[in-house]
């Protein structure tokens, strides 16, 4: 019996969520995410202390460039060691900055493409606010592809899949958390809210036959992973890549297309906003995500405006 992780990339393409090279250089995902959070982790390690170096020299002191060079440097370092692509994340502070979500995402790109690295092998990820939403239709016709990210609730991933996203990444974790802290109940398998969250998006997209990628992320415990062992791709902590590694267990897909999901819905802006507001969870979930994300942007920012 091969592992349960050998078992999953049999059906599910499997992401690595991490910054850590050496860790994905050992598990051997086929994409990579990185976020603020992940960039942070980072930066302390030691085998990044001279890529921080000399981003802040080519910076010249511009913390804002030093901090999206350091992105895209570790984006690209783990661009060498996967075959696939690499998420990577745009300042969560300019999520209901339409305009600025735009010309960030487009500095990136020319990062990425200044190190030779082309835009097919990049996702960009945006909050999926509705001016995220907004941005990323306009940025996958200009063929810049995108990753809807802190994705809580089937509103965003209506919006989402309306706008023609390449990918979502609904979390698990984070609605789980949510739903064990407000009525004390720890879910298991099925039961799962966040595994609900992402089995009703998968069946959804499926049914009405959107293109867009549905990514499984921010998970708790594999029990949560294989609820979902089907779906188009999980991103996956190293620790959990680990436990998966090393578990020969039998692991049967769960998610297929053909399961029958809702008809086709498209929201305008008010209904998306009101149906935000009616989703208690995924409207508290966004806007901590959101804050703590933007709270370690700004401790990476510290970390580059520090003297060497």
Avoid: H
């Avoid at 030093?66 to 370092?77: E, I, L, N, P, R």
Wanted: proline share 3%; glycine share 8%; charged share 25%.
């Amino acid at each position: 019996m091969t592992s349960k992780l050998e078992q999953l990339k049999q059906f599910t393409t499997v992401v690595a969520d991490t910054g850590d090279l050496d860790a994905i250089t050992r598990l051997k995902p086929v994409d990579a995410t990185t976020n603020p959070s992940l960039l942070l982790k980072a930066a302390a390690i030691t085998g990044y202390a001279d890529l921080l170096k000399q981003v802040k020299s080519d910076a010249k002191g511009n913390v804002d460039l030093a901090c999206d060079k350091f992105s895209v440097a570790v984006g690209t370092g783990i661009l060498k060691v996967i075959p696939g692509r690499i998420s990577t994340e745009v300042d969560a502070r300019l999520s209901f900055d339409e305009p600025a979500l735009l010309s960030k995402a487009r500095q990136l790109i020319a990062l990425y493409e200044a190190a030779g690295v082309g835009r097919d092998r990049v996702l960009i990820k945006l909050a999926s606010t509705w001016e995220g939403i907004r941005a990323a239709e306009k940025l996958e016709k200009e063929g810049i592809q995108t990753n809807l990210t802190l994705l809580f609730s089937f509103a965003q991933a209506q919006a989402c899949a309306d706008a023609g996203v390449f990918l979502i990444s609904p979390f698990v974790g984070r609605i789980y958390d949510w739903y064990k802290k407000s009525t004390g109940t720890d879910y298991v398998g099925a039961d799962d809210p966040g595994v609900q969250s992402v089995t009703r998006i998968y069946d959804y997209y499926k049914t009405n036959g959107y293109k867009t990628v549905v990514m499984g992320a921010s998970f708790r415990n594999i029990g949560q992973i294989e609820q979902l062992a089907g779906c188009d791709r999980l991103t996956i902590s190293p620790e959990l890549l680990q436990q998966l590694s090393e578990d020969q267990g039998e692991l049967p897909r769960i998610l297929t297309p053909g399961n029958s999901g809702e008809a086709k819905q498209q929201l305008n802006e008010a209904q998306f906003r009101w149906a935000m507001n009616e989703d208690a969870m995924a409207t508290e979930k966004l806007a901590e995500g959101i804050r703590q994300f933007a709270r370690d942007q700004e401790k990476l920012e510290a970390v580059m405006a520090a003297k060497a």
